[in-house]
């Protein structure tokens, strides 16, 4: 699977658990639903339907029609593997369209910044839009989240929200297109957060921690012998799980011999057990800091573990 499904999984996992756990007000489920038809390529009085590789997204799509219209929409996969929604019935598209606020005479496609009630109803808004015209390449590769959109009229009206919520996006146009993208790492993450996909941002600061030590301890070591990687692996595994027991418990849930340990560990990519035994405030052995690293990375696993099973 694609990074690009990866988040958008997430994003419907997240959208369908505060909206089931009663968090997600009415307004911000009208406008996350809005955002699924509006960003789509066919939302109008001739012709309204979905086009997706995700399954999932197919289904919400779905289920809404069904909710506005009384009607299960037509669903079929294309040669392609996608999954296509349409709306059929001429009645049930234009019950749709006047449920957000559109006579289906529009000349241009615009956003109906009225259905927008609250401070929440952004992020819902822009979750939809990047569910139906979002995608994301994987960090390992490059930093880049963009929306494709059909109508130059609706771009620049989601370019306008984008810039209120504080994340300006760049545009270009691209075969026929309109694009919305970012470059850099910081709104990516600032988007990904606000969308509700904790768990992306996540792995894209990891990404860029292990890029950024890497490229910090290449300027020390030679990388050149087999050992040295194994090294750098062995350090970034120790303090990917670090960062993950100080963000899900803090680091006070340490023992103080573990948290000096753990700190010193973070501190410095490049030290090897040995330095590390060296400069703790009561040093030890090689073995002995191994043991304690071995500690740590237990700790880091049962609580992998614990949110492994909340989720499921
Ligand atoms: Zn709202």
Do not use: W
Not at 74 to 98: C, H
Not at 127 to 146: C, M, N, Q, V, W
Not at 173 to 200: C, F, I, P, W
Request: proline share 3%; hydrophobic share 35%; glycine share 6%.
């Amino acid at each position: 699977m694609s990074f690009s499904t990866d988040v958008k999984s997430e994003l419907v996992k997240y959208a369908l658990s505060v909206r089931e756990s009663g968090q997600m007000k009415p307004c911000c489920m009208q406008t996350e639903t809005y955002a699924l038809f509006l960003f789509c390529r066919a939302f109008s009085a001739g012709e309204m339907g979905l086009k997706t590789e995700h399954k999932d997204i197919a289904d919400l799509y779905a289920s809404a029609v069904r909710d506005m219209t009384g009607h299960r929409p037509k669903r079929e996969r294309t040669a392609g593997g996608k999954y296509r929604v349409v709306v059929e019935d001429p009645i049930g598209r234009q019950a749709i369209l006047s449920e957000f606020g559109y006579s289906g005479n529009e000349v241009n496609r615009r956003l109906n910044t009225g259905l927008l009630q609250c401070e929440n109803c952004r992020a819902a808004l822009l979750r939809g839009a990047f569910l139906t015209s979002g995608t994301i390449t994987d960090p390992e590769k490059d930093y880049h989240l963009e929306f494709v959109l059909g109508t130059k009229s609706l771009c620049m009206d989601l370019s306008g929200l984008l810039t209120e919520v504080g994340l300006p996006p760049k545009y270009v146009q691209r075969n026929g297109a309109h694009v919305l993208y970012y470059k850099d790492s910081e709104s990516v993450e600032d988007l990904l957060t606000l969308m509700g996909a904790t768990e992306a941002t996540l792995e894209l600061m990891g990404t860029k921690m292990y890029k950024d030590m890497r490229n910090r301890v290449n300027r020390r070591m030679n990388f050149e012998n087999a050992n040295s990687t194994r090294t750098f692996d062995a350090a970034y595994r120790q303090i990917e799980a670090i960062r993950y027991i100080e963000q899900k418990r803090g680091l006070q849930s340490l023992s103080p011999e573990l948290r000096e340990l753990a700190k010193l560990r973070v501190e410095n990519a490049d030290y090897s057990l040995k330095e590390l035994g060296e400069n703790l405030s009561e040093p030890i052995s090689r073995s002995g800091v191994n043991h304690r690293l071995q500690k740590i990375m237990e700790y880091a696993d049962e609580l992998r573990l614990i949110e492994k099973n909340k989720k499921s």
